[in-house]
């Protein structure tokens, strides 16, 4: 890790010259098996969130299914705000012979299943919220040993096509995980359905067995105090990570608030003539067909003129403007046009926005670590989400004033892209 003069100053990272482990280009398998696993991650995530959680605390508490969501939820996101930067941190110390991130790999993926499972056989709310919390926890580990894995692996100039394939792999998984709970037939059987898939997935990048093992003794001996203060990134010192986190904070935020209401919106603001369930399925598909028509595509485009703010930019202004559809056209058309609208702004923000991320990060030696804290911007909002949602789906106007809060957060995170420096 070298330094170009005066970096720092421009609160930019340090150049990165030499990515550990890595030997080049690590060719279209081991993107195509690191997309694969990264697609059990967000399977396992949102099989839950997008219909079994929300059916499961209607089943247990059908009068207050919208405060029980809101309370499981925002436990699971706390452990994941924790889980993420620590389990990378660990991984940037990890001396296994097999390398640093495959184990938190499949002790992530061996983990989230048995979350799962709990979560199946949930008997009430407490259950419910401890399988939660066990799922949250677990398939952090694996997601930021897999997320790390990009700047150990791949150069800065394919990292806009590898992180587009990781948003088709994103949105994939929620396409996916909605298919396998609504078509198992029943909250138990979809919870199991979703861990199967989850933990075969990540076999063929296990087997695969490329990953950066660290030289023992590579790393400083290990201090919890010293571990501990390492969390903290000081914004003034790297001013544009700082921005680079809050404008994903933003972003995320938006799309929280966006969608972990979807069900509830087209029950109760849409209603939606059909069943629910069949319902979110349609309009995450509609989604995931647009974002699959542009998420590799700007990767690439990215890659090739050296660009990613301007892309990040006006992706998040179309993800705030179909949020806004929401908000104004309550309507079954409506929600499909919407769709279809943040599928493409999703599509290229996801690709163009992990490459310009791993771009400002500080240092290639805690590169796990880092993008921890980065992901903690994608954890924090899932807690806060229903704690705005819920009062202003009560008390505040409901679900017209809750989309156009979310369109505005997501603008305040496009113009806030405009801060960071160090990348063009």
Known sequence: MTAEPGAEALGGP????AAPGAAGDPGRRWVGALSLANLGVWVGWFGPLQLLLARQAEHFTPEHKASTLALVTGLGAAVSMVANPVFGALSDRTTARVGRRIPWV???GVGGVAGLLVLAWAPDVAVMAAGWCLVQLALNASFAALTAAVPDQVPHRRRGLVGGWLGVSQVAGILVGTALATAAGGIAAGYGACAA???LAVVPY????RDAP???GSQPPFRCRE????FWIDPRRFPDFGWAWLTR???NLSYSISTMYLLYYLTDAVHYAGDADTGVL???ALDAVTLLGTVVISGIWSDRTGRRKVFVVWSGLVISAATLLLAVWQTWTGAVVASLVLGVGYGVYTSVDFALLTDVLPSAADRGRDLGVINVANALPQVLAPAVAAPVVSHLGGYGVLYALAGAIGVAGSVLVGRIRSVR
């Open 14 to 17: 340090a150049v990165d010259t």
């Open 106 to 108: 499949v002790a992530g």
């Open 197 to 199: 898939f989850s933990l």
């Open 206 to 209: 296990v087997l695969m067995r």
């Open 214 to 216: 660290l030289r023992a």
């Open 227 to 230: 571990f501990v203060r390492g």
């Open 249 to 251: 904070f933003l972003m």
């Open 282 to 284: 349609i309009l995450t």
